[in-house]
């Protein structure tokens, strides 16, 4: 019987007479080899498994998530079966392991595409502080103690790893690394007593020279290099650290590392002369051109710092004549406004050759002793030719010719006249007095106008509360000198300050990006957002991130009760609650980071910059962060919050304060996430403090011989927003009355000034000459609960806490002259 073929076997025989016919046809394919080309391999990468052989079997061939091209077992492991070492092969070199993870090195990242990963079966014991915020591979709240590598295990690491450079040319020497290396915050594998100079000396791996070693140790120890200057040299060696010209978290984490490295008898994380000598000589000898030019940077930044000091303005005029920038209109030449009293003021004339001058102040010619002595400081009192307001000053016919006159007029200074004006401000005391008689705390008022100060009061108690919340038996009553949390008004009476001093030294740029002065500030649209956005609170920020419990707003990956933390996630994890220049959003946040800037400008904190910088040189011993920590009694301060930071009971968290605050910063996210020093909050003061600092303010920058910030950077702070006048840069303004509740009806539209939520008030109105400081302890009173659930302290709910009606009985008394 004939047998017949379906229609579906025969597509099945034609399919497989295609495929036989195909695949016995030779393709035309002919080799031609090119030269350019590199190897898939780059680097070899050193681990430690940190657990026994049978774990390590586990953990890299059967879990699933872990892998190496090469494991080492240990010697005396009971959990290794065989009596000899052996090298277990686990991945093929050709394929990709899993073992670099998220990992960065001499600017290639995630170098599981481009590694070779050796693990070798060594088990150190760590253990973290259970009492310790937050975990580091390499900081002082982790405990670990590395075990010596065993002999016969690093014989077998070192015939392994020649082979494995020598079918791998392109991992040269400076590219046999650690786990640590490439991934410094998160591993600090294969750890100190890893024998990196024994794998050196048999032709594996980096090392430095001695001598060149002990040559730049030297000249370390003469001029120790700035932080910025280490980190560039890391990074240019292959570390992933960017320059940021402070010690924070990824450079103690990256110098860690390095030191297990290279410098295994003292891992400290700090970047000492010893340091920064290993780096240079390691770039000397590999990277020859890297270190001639950053040991060129180091001689341009050793000769700046020492013969270029910077020149200090002495007064608001510290003016050669003649001026050495000169016009081609005569007439504006060799003249200078100055502001004064009338009465008051003097000037200052140091003859420079010059033997005899002719001196004006406002078009009268001074009546001054003449020929000037040689090299002589003269000093003459101004009372009797100065007025209120803009002065001027001329000088001219200054013989001999070719001769100099240096001419100082010091700023005004306060003098105080508040004893023989108590009666203009009866009705401001009589609303204060009848607040505190019906429960308000404690306030101390103080108006400075035209130079005097010609209010100075305090009224009620500092304290009324004992812990718990039960009256004290005698209250501590307020004085005039009693220091206060002044909380928000820190953002000006600090940050601001510290931003406009440097911006007229030339240290700051509004305009500028952030990420020109923190490079670490970047991803998510960072990288966009500029100085003046922060100061505006147009950056996109939320109006907080309590950070200081896990139950906030933005996450519980965003807790943080540790400074350096804190840091870390306000420069790269805080999220933008909406876009840049959407909307002015008032947020700490914008001031946090703030603050942050001026301590990476200036290299120093923030308190002991504007500390030292700022107040001491005006004479301010009561402005100051932390006073507590600074020898200050709590009794010296006015008191905030009865029970803490819990709201009278209401709220509750980690380590938080349940007893009455004083002399501690109450702002949550100041004391527990930042130390108490912070951009937006944790300054304490006193009014003659802050009076000072508002003629500062109102003489445009200077106070007596020490001129702070220029008067043009401080116009270009109060300058009103296009968008929002209520807004200057940081400042509040009064503008076209937004503000009334603050400043009052009767504000001009130049007035400036800011609200603390402890409960104080600033106000600086130039058309008037005018500065007004109420603080109150507004908070230092029960927590009441209305009906519709919403709490509120006691002390709000008083005129003087609310500020504007106290601010507008001052306006009225000192306008109406009575």
């Known amino acids: 019987m004939k047998k017949h073929i379906t229609s579906w076997q025969r597509s ?10 195909v695949s016995c046809a030779a393709l035309p394919i002919n080799e031609m080899p090119s030269k350019n080309f590199s190897h898939r391999v ?121 082979q494995i450079l020598a079918r791998n040319p392109d991992i040269s020497p400076t590219k046999v690394v650690g786990h640590s290396d490439i991934a410094p915050s998160r591993k600090n594998d294969p750890g100190p007593r890893f024998p990196w100079f024994e794998l050196y000396q048999a032709g594996i791996g980096a090392w430095y020279e001695n001598t060149t070693f002990e040559s730049y140790w030297q000249r370390f120890n003469q001029y120790q290099p700035n932080i910025g200057l280490v980190q560039s040299a890391l990074r240019a060696y292959g570390y992933n650290v960017l320059e940021t010209g402070i010690r924070d978290e990824q450079t103690s984490n990256v110098i860690s590392a390095f030191q297990m490295h290279f410098l295994p008898w003292q ?15 390691l770039l000397d000898k590999y990277f020859a051109k890297k270190a001639k030019k950053l040991m060129a940077r180091y001689i341009d930044e050793q000769v700046t710092e020492s013969t270029e000091p910077k020149a200090v303005k002495h007064g608001q005029v510290d003016q050669v004549f003649p001026m050495q920038e000169r016009s081609t209109r005569q007439l504006v030449n060799d003249r200078e406004r100055f502001k004064a009293y009338q009465g008051r003021g003097e000037i200052q004339i140091n003859s420079q050759g010059a033997e005899q001058a002719d001196i004006y102040v406002n078009g009268q010619k001074l009546n001054i002793t003449q020929p000037f002595a040689p090299e002589e400081r003269y000093q003459y009192s101004l009372k009797r030719r100065t007025k209120d307001g803009t002065n001027t000053l001329r000088v001219e016919n200054i013989l001999p010719e070719g001769s100099e006159l240096k001419v100082t007029i010091p700023s005004p200074t306060l003098i105080d006249t508040s004893t023989s004006q108590q009666n203009r401000f009866a009705r401001v005391d009589a609303l204060i007095q009848q607040d505190i008689h019906d429960g308000f705390p404690g306030a101390v008022l103080l108006v400075i106008k035209d130079g005097e100060i010609i209010k100075r009061s305090a009224y009620g108690d500092a304290r009324k509360y004992a812990d718990g919340g039960e009256l ?12 206060f949390d002044i909380a928000s008004n820190t953002k000006m009476f600090a940050t601001n300050l510290a931003l406009m001093k440097l911006a007229s030294a030339g240290k700051l740029d509004v305009n500028a990006p952030i990420q020109h002065y923190m490079p670490d500030y970047r991803g998510g649209g960072r990288e966009t957002r500029l100085v003046r956005d922060l100061l505006t609170h147009t950056a996109g920020y939320a109006p907080q991130v309590r950070f200081f419990t896990p139950e906030n707003a933005a996450g519980k990956s965003l807790y943080s009760q540790d400074s350096q933390r804190t840091d870390q996630l306000l420069l790269n994890r805080v999220p933008f609650a909406m876009g840049r220049n959407v909307k002015a959003v008032y947020s700490d946040t914008d001031y946090m980071l703030l603050g942050m800037l001026v301590e990476r400008i200036t290299g120093m904190g923030l308190d002991a910059y504007v500390e030292q910088q700022i107040y001491q040189p005006l004479g301010l011993s009561n402005t100051l962060f932390n006073p507590l920590l600074k020898g200050r009694a709590k009794g010296e301060f006015a008191a905030t919050e009865i029970q803490g930071n819990s709201r009278g009971g209401r709220v509750t968290f980690d380590n938080m304060r349940e007893y009455v605050l004083q002399g501690e910063v109450h702002d949550e996210k100041a004391f527990y996430s930042l130390g108490g020093v912070a951009g937006h909050a944790g300054l304490f003061s006193t009014v003659d403090d802050l009076a000072v600092l508002g003629q500062l303010l109102l003489n445009g920058g200077g106070y007596g011989k020490n001129q702070i910030f220029d008067e043009a950077v401080l116009q270009q702070f109060i300058k009103p927003e296009e968008r929002d006048d209520s807004y200057g840069l940081g400042w509040r303004r009064a503008g076209r009355g937004q503000s009334k509740w603050h400043f009052g009806p009767y504000a001009s539209a130049q007035a400036y000034g800011h609200t603390g939520w402890t409960g104080t008030v600033s106000v600086i109105d130039p058309k008037y000459d005018l500065a ?47």
Not at 42 to 71: C, N, P, R
Not at 267 to 281: E, L, M, N, R, Y
Not at 472 to 483: E, S
Not at 772 to 790: C, P, Y
Request: one cysteine or more; hydrophobic letters at 40%.
């Open 472 to 483: 004290l038996p005698q209250p501590q009553k307020m004085r005039v000198d009693t220091l």
């Open 12 to 21: 099945v025989l034609i399919c497989i007479l295609t495929v036989v016919i």
């Open 267 to 281: 891992v400290t994380g700090k970047a000492d002369s010893k340091t920064a000598a290993a780096v240079f000589a």
């Open 772 to 818: 007004i400081f109420l603080l109150t302890n507004a908070r230092h009173s029960k927590v009441q609960e209305d009906d519709s659930g919403h709490v509120e302290f006691a002390g709000k709910t008083f005129e003087t806490g609310k500020y504007g009606s106290v601010v507008s009985l001052v306006y009225e008394a000192v306008l109406n002259g009575k």
């Open 42 to 162: 780059k680097f070899l990468v050193m681990h430690f498994t940190a657990i026994d052989y049978q774990k390590s079997i586990h953990a890299l061939v059967d879990e699933g998530g872990l892998s190496a091209h090469y494991l080492i077992p240990e010697s005396n492991d009971p959990s290794y079966p065989k009596d000899s070492l052996e090298i277990l092969k686990l991945v093929d070199e050709d394929k990709r392991a899993w073992h670099a993870g998220n990992s960065v090195w001499q600017g290639r990242s995630e170098l599981n595409d481009s590694s070779i990963g050796i693990e070798i079966v060594n088990v150190p014991e760590c253990h973290f502080d259970k009492e310790a915020k937050t975990s580091s591979e390499h900081g002082e709240n982790r405990l670990c103690v590395f075990p010596d590598y065993d002999s016969k295990q690093i014989e077998l690491l070192i015939a392994l790893s020649k």
